[in-house]
């Protein structure tokens, strides 16, 4: 199965300022099949971006995906207090299904 | 608008089964899968299977084949997920989701299952 692997662990940033997010995937991504999900505490995951740089409905425009093949980056431009949550990748390209463990961006 | 609510919290012992549910609403049901997935206290998110609405067909992740059954109801608009043999390590919060092939775009809000002696 892919490995997807996510740096950093965690992220300390204040209000206003840029978020970048890296996942790394064990070996290709079909088809750039990768989705970017939030969850704050207490909550289910929010989808934010599939197929790696495609917004869902009614997601901030602040949010972007990037990437392809091995390497996906979401940034996240001028955090807002709401945007503070662990952050998810997933790829969908090859059975089975799999997540990296989440990126934590917290209130430096 | 698409909700989906699952089942309360379950305390369950060792090598007990539990069965987790899923109602839908304000959407198709059969026209969408529904996906289980849980995530362990401080863990990532891990894909357990998928069932089909419309056909009843499943498919389940390697890991828990032989352990997991996945149903539905469409008259209720409500789908299942049964795991047996339950173990300590099963201690988790259970989603279910629906996919858009399998990309998870309206989620439940969790049930929490604990197992414990």
């Known amino acids: 199965e892919i490995v997807l692997t996510q740096s950093p662990g965690t992220l300390s940033l204040s209000p206003g300022e840029r978020a970048t997010l890296s996942c790394k995937a064990s070996e290709s991504v079909n088809s750039n099949f990768l989705a970017w999900y939030q969850q704050k505490p207490g909550q289910a995951p929010r989808l934010l971006i599939s197929?790696?740089?495609s917004r869902a409905a009614g997601v901030p425009d602040r949010f972007s995906g990037s990437g392809s093949g091995t390497d996906f980056t979401l940034t996240i431009n001028r955090l807002e207090p709401e945007d503070f949550a662990v952050y998810h990748c997933?790829?969908?390209?090859?059975?089975?299904?799999?997540f990296g463990q989440g990126t934590k961006v917290e209130i430096k | 608008q698409v909700q989906v609510v699952q089942s309360g919290a379950e305390v369950k012992k060792p090598g007990a089964s539990v069965k987790v549910s899923c109602k839908t609403s304000?959407?198709?049901?059969?026209?969408?899968?529904i996906h289980w997935l849980r995530q362990a206290p401080g863990q990532g998110l891990e894909w357990m299977g998928w069932i089909s609405p419309y056909s009843g067909n499943t498919n389940y992740a390697e890991k828990f084949q032989g352990r997991v059954t996945m149903t539905r109801d469409t008259s209720i608009s409500t789908a299942y997920m049964e795991l047996s043999g339950l173990r300590s390590d099963d201690t988790a919060v259970y989603y279910c989701?629906?996919?858009?092939?399998?990309?998870?775009?309206?989620w439940g809000q969790g049930t929490l299952v604990t197992v414990s002696s």
């Open positions: 197929g790696a740089s």
């Open positions: 997933q790829q969908y390209g090859r059975p089975p299904v799999t």
């Open positions: 989701a629906r996919g858009v092939v399998v990309i998870f775009d309206f």
């Open positions: 304000g959407y198709t049901f059969t026209g969408y899968y």
